[in-house]
């Protein structure tokens, strides 16, 4: 028996963006960032703040992303994963020349399958939610 499930609670860095597969699928995409405090050997508070790529497919996600914005407290839960792609960069040469240079591009994201607003200012004290199937097959 094998599991990857990831949950999260956090808050929005940036309004979510919704995209389109060739075929048609919508993706959303956005950000998350959870915090993490500790006392150090000092007995002083420390704190880091961690990123998590967030991407949701399919029609139920992107018709909430208007609500997915920044600082928006949310709970999103789904599938760890990883992909890679060919990213191209200029980097300069000199007196105005550029060379472009093919690096490979690795992502970590979380494939979402819930998300759930955490937000007290939701409309009638309601909790906002989106689950849909994620489409196969994305780049």
Same mark, same amino acid.
């Given at each position: 028996?094998?599991?990857?499930?990831? &949950?999260?609670?956090?808050?929005?860095?940036?309004?979510?963006?919704?995209? !389109?597969?060739?075929?048609?699928?919508?993706?959303?995409?956005? &950000?998350?960032?959870? #915090?993490?405090?500790?006392?150090?050997?000092?007995?002083?508070?420390?704190?880091?703040?961690?990123?998590?790529?967030?991407?949701? $497919?399919? +029609?139920? $996600?992107? #018709?909430?992303?208007? /609500?997915?914005?920044?600082?928006?407290?949310?709970?999103? #839960?789904?599938?760890?994963?990883? +992909?890679? !792609?060919? /990213?191209?960069?200029?980097?300069?040469?000199?007196?105005?020349?550029?060379?472009?240079?093919?690096?490979?591009?690795?992502?970590?994201?979380?494939?979402?399958?819930?998300? +759930?607003?955490?937000? +007290?200012?939701?409309?009638?004290?309601?909790?906002?939610?989106?689950?849909?199937?994620?489409?196969?097959? !994305?780049?």
């Amino acid at each position: 028996m094998n599991l990857n499930q990831l &949950s999260i609670i956090g808050f929005l860095g940036k309004n979510a963006e919704t995209k !389109y597969l060739p075929n048609g699928t919508p993706v959303t995409k956005f &950000s998350v960032a959870t #915090q993490k405090s500790w006392k150090d050997e000092n007995d002083e508070w420390k704190e880091k703040t961690q990123w998590h790529n967030v991407v949701a $497919f399919g +029609r139920g $996600f992107a #018709q909430v992303a208007d /609500r997915l914005v920044k600082g928006a407290h949310v709970f999103v #839960q789904g599938e760890l994963t990883t +992909r890679e !792609y060919d /990213r191209t960069i200029k980097i300069s040469a000199g007196k105005g020349k550029n060379v472009e240079h093919v690096i490979q591009q690795f992502v970590v994201e979380l494939k979402v399958d819930t998300i +759930r607003s955490l937000d +007290r200012s939701s409309s009638n004290g309601e909790q906002s939610d989106a689950a849909e199937p994620p489409a196969e097959g !994305y780049e």
